[in-house]
């Protein structure tokens, strides 16, 4: 296992964490390489996104294909929760390009103080197709359970009401809360609030899946509830990128981590791998500060 | 000191005060709507337009609200005619004041509201696909609203107390009537009493509510 050099790092090759396969694989790759990314669900190349003069992602690019469930991992600060809101254009990357299914954005570096843009209907239209799970849940405090669901089926994708109720209440059942539709968010506990904004999030019946920390601000005794959750839609074939700090969650569940370290992919391979990093490494370090916690 | 309280004299004059008391009521609904509709207007602006857009609109506020109503109120109906070389009825005047000066309130408690709503709030509703104007018209204002409430009923209140200055330009509001009336009965003493009882009695539900309201709200907060 290497760490890669920074700006040099390419995620659409299945593995680059083995050297003995590396050499067979790149020349696979390269034969492949178009096709390759043609069938990836996700492909951001060569994002870059800076806050004023502070770069937090350099040269990031990864592909996420059909079905997989990929964790980024890191320390604070490193740019994985920021590299997730710029795959739904929650920020806007100041150069590179994104692909999500048919949605295809490319991003030029802007002169003056106003970060860069994008149109308002093209990134709406991505977003529906990606659902995002926060770490503050950000329900809507103004609607009931239920309320929060199908807002965005009827308003967005132009459900009529009965349908919208219907696939709500599938989904509460879901998630296992069928008997908290008509509560509002206030009433539930942070554990029962983030499984809500799960099946807020799978109403739009979105192609992926992206959890910003999804467990990060609950009790301790709540994270299960949420995790399992999680790894049903994962075991159901949803394509899932997921900003992590519960380690052995990530190993569990995810096709791949990536270990990201001031701003760019370090390193990333399967949890196997990952699991084994020299502690001479940035990646053995972190998780060897993240086991002593 | 001794006076003889005599209210029996005013009830000759009941139907003064009631018209008093429905042009007060007029002019408070009239311009407490047509000043929400600019209060939206402006606050929106100044939340979200850039600094040309936000600027005129800064100003707006500032003037109506740093300078006194009844000089307003009077400028509006002696100045603007003469500037503009058209005249003004006191009505309009009153009404066209009283609206400026209610939106300008309003105004700053919109944009309160609007950024008093949890970032988070405006995240949410954009990854679910929604376009900027439907996330604020479906997610963030009803909660602005909300937090808006207990200053815009406080607001609405004065509202209705301020329209006793259009007397002063000769509207027939009830401070109005009760000059007419006082002239009529030399009773000062009970025409203002009755005066201000009527004001208390109409606001008294409205503040009442309002905590009522308050308290309710406070249930559903997160």
């Known amino acids: ?293 | 000191m001794h006076y003889t309280w005599d209210f029996g004299a005013l009830s000759m004059y009941r139907v003064l005060f009631v018209r008093g008391l429905e042009t007060t009521l007029l002019y408070t609904v009239g311009t407490v709507l047509a000043g929400l509709v600019i209060g939206l207007a402006a606050g929106c602006a100044r939340t979200f337009g850039n600094r040309f857009v936000s600027t005129p609109f800064r100003c707006y506020v500032e003037v109506f609200r740093c300078t006194p109503l009844l000089v307003q109120l009077i400028w509006m109906y002696y100045a603007l005619p003469v500037l503009i070389g058209a005249s003004m009825s006191p009505g309009m005047a009153s009404f066209l004041t009283l609206s400026l000066y209610g939106g300008a309130f309003y105004a700053e408690l919109f944009r309160g509201g609007i950024a008093a709503v949890d970032k988070g709030q405006w995240e949410a509703g954009r990854a679910t696909g929604m376009m900027p104007l439907m996330v604020f018209q479906r997610i963030i204002l009803p909660q602005a609203v909300r937090i808006m409430i207990p200053s815009f009923i406080n607001q609405t209140v004065m509202q209705l107390k301020n329209t006793s200055l259009v007397s002063t330009i000769a509207v027939a509001d009830l401070v109005y009537q009760g000059s007419v009336i006082t002239a009529a009965t030399y009773r000062p003493l009970e025409v203002y009493t009755a005066v201000a009882v009527l004001y208390f009695i109409v606001l008294f539900p409205i503040t009442a509510f309002a905590e009522h309201v308050e308290k309710r709200l406070g249930v559903h907060k997160s």
């Open chain 1, 1 to 293: 296992m290497t760490d890669l050099p920074p700006g040099d790092v390419t995620m659409t090759s299945p593995s680059l964490a083995d050297p003995q396969h590396d050499a067979s694989r790149l020349a696979l790759q390269h034969a492949d390489f178009v096709d390759q990314r043609a069938t990836l669900m996700i492909d951001a190349q060569q994002i870059e996104k800076r806050f004023g003069t502070h770069t937090v992602l350099r040269d990031v690019s990864m592909g996420v294909s059909k079905g997989e469930v990929v964790a980024l991992i890191g320390a604070s600060g490193s740019g994985k929760s920021t590299l997730l809101r710029c795959l739904n254009l929650l920020e806007v990357p100041d150069a590179g390009s994104l692909r999500v299914g048919e949605h295809r954005f490319d991003f030029r570096p802007t002169v003056g103080k106003a970060g860069p843009k994008v149109a308002a209907r093209p990134a709406a239209m991505l977003r529906r197709d990606i659902g995002m799970v926060f770490q503050h849940f950000n329900l809507y405090p103004h609607m009931s359970v239920l309320g929060n669901i199908i807002e965005g089926p009827i308003r967005v994708r132009g459900m009529a009401k009965q349908d919208a109720r219907v696939l709500g209440e599938a989904l509460l059942e879901k998630v296992g809360l069928a008997d908290k539709r008509d509560q509002y968010p206030a009433r539930l506990s942070g554990g029962q609030r983030q499984r809500v904004a799960i099946a807020r999030a799978l109403a739009m019946e979105p192609k992926a899946m992206l959890f910003d920390e999804a467990t990060s601000a609950l009790d301790p005794e709540l994270v299960g509830e949420v995790l399992q959750v999680m790894r049903d839609l994962a075991s159901d074939g949803m394509t899932m990128i997921l900003v992590t700090h519960e380690m052995a969650f990530a190993r569990e569940i995810a096709d791949r981590i990536c270990f990201m370290d001031a701003g760019t992919i370090a390193m990333s391979g399967s949890p196997a791998e990952m699991f084994q990093a020299d502690r001479n490494t940035r990646l053995g370090a972190f998780l060897e500060r993240f086991h002593q916690r």
